[in-house]
């Protein structure tokens, strides 16, 4: 019973061996296929994230070269990118404009320094007149609408009497509007307070008084504001009591420099003359000041200067005219 005994133990135990073997062997196997398995999604995966990594780049690659391509000749608003060509644009310009304009095309050119901006500030009949024989002007801005309307073939053939058509019809808009002032040297040597004392003063012949030509808006407003107190300009020049000035200017400079008692300019170049202002003329006096402006039909950039425009219509221009004295045409 014994030798039974153990030959029974010796065949379990050498099964129990044999099925721990093969047991063994199986986990071997399960573990090397999940292993073998387990490097094949991870190569998948490194292969997917390199394709990622490497579409990116491209892709940032477009974009960035979009962005600088676009950035060259683009400017950006509330409504997207417009594009603001590139090249020079020259602008003629009223001569109430000059600070104002020059600052504001600094501040444009640095933001697109594929723009070049040349000015020639006058008097409004001065520049229409320099166009008209031919001048190169891409944008006009006058300091009247009768100088503009002049140029412009949709205006009236009483104003626009040589049937000129200069005026791209869908630029031209109202841009700015200024005061007409009376001003005077800084001791005010006839102590004029408002027009109706510089209207006694004309009439008494005792002062002498500065106004702009009668081909530029500035003595056009002023020549309104003469007859609104029944005063005859001719007569007053006769006498010796009006002196002139080609352009705004050189009416500024003239009280600047206390060569007169007093003459009519406008707000803004007050402003950037230093000079005290008396009164302001009302509208029934001479009516509104408006600086219309348009780009021309001859222009040799007319979209880059379509560009500038719409610029000096934006929050950023408008603070730079409002702090001299213009404001938006309501």
Known sequence: MNKVFNKRMIATTAATMMMAASLSACGEKTETVSN??????????????????????VDTQIDTAQTETTADNTVTDATGSIDVGSGEIIVFAAASMTETLTEISETY???????????NFDSSGTL??????????????????KQMNQLDINA???????????????????????????????DNPKNLQT?????????AGDILFCMGNSDVPVGQYTQKILAYYE??????????????GSNVKEVTTQITEGSVDAGVIYCTDAF??????????????????????????????????????????TDEAMAVFENVGFSPVN
């Open 272 to 313: 950037s003359a230093g000079l005290t202002i008396m009164d302001y003329a009302t509208a029934d006096m001479c009516g509104q000041v408006i600086y219309p402006a348009s780009v021309l039909k001859t222009a040799e950039n007319p979209d880059a200067a379509q560009a500038f425009l719409d610029y000096l219509t």
């Open 36 to 57: 073998v398995t387990d490097a094949a999604s991870n190569a998948a995966d490194s292969t997917q994230t390199t394709t990622d990594t490497t579409q990116t780049a």
């Open 231 to 244: 005063l005859d300009e001719e007569a007053l020049a006769a006498d010796g009591l009006i002196t002139y």
């Open 128 to 145: 229409k007149t320099q166009i008209q024989e031919g001048a190169a002007c891409d944008l006009f801005i006058s300091a009247g609408q």
């Open 195 to 203: 027009f109706d004392d510089l209207a006694e003063a004309l009439k």
């Open 109 to 119: 050119m640095e933001q697109h320094p594929e723009v070049t901006i040349s000015f």
């Open 156 to 186: 009236s053939s009483e104003v626009n009497t040589e049937g000129l058509d200069y005026v791209i019809e869908d630029s031209r808009i109202n841009i700015l509007e200024n005061k007409v002032t009376l001003c005077v040297p800084e």
